[in-house]
């Protein structure tokens, strides 16, 4: 996939996940959100009992890009792979 094109791609598919978790999820409440910093290097840990949402919550919550650090079997979910990939 060309580079254009993947990009197209990561922006739909983030669009449809922020869509579908606002229908499933009202309110995502981020702690001290000010003091997350927009550049540089960051962890960002999920408090959640699901850990199949936890990345898209977090890609989608981070309104920055994310680099997804996982067992390797999370990324062959075929969907949340995907998303994991498309949220990065």
Known sequence: MESGQS???????????????AQYYSRIE??????????GPIVLCANHANPLIDPVLIGIAARRPV????????????????LMHALA
């Open 67 to 82: 680099q997804f650090m996982a067992k390797a079997p999370l990324f062959a979910y075929p969907v949340v792979g995907q």
């Open 30 to 39: 981020i702690a001290a959100a000010d003091r997350i910093p927009q550049s």
């Open 7 to 21: 990009s197209l791609f990561g922006n739909l598919t983030r669009r449809a996940a922020r869509f579908l978790v």
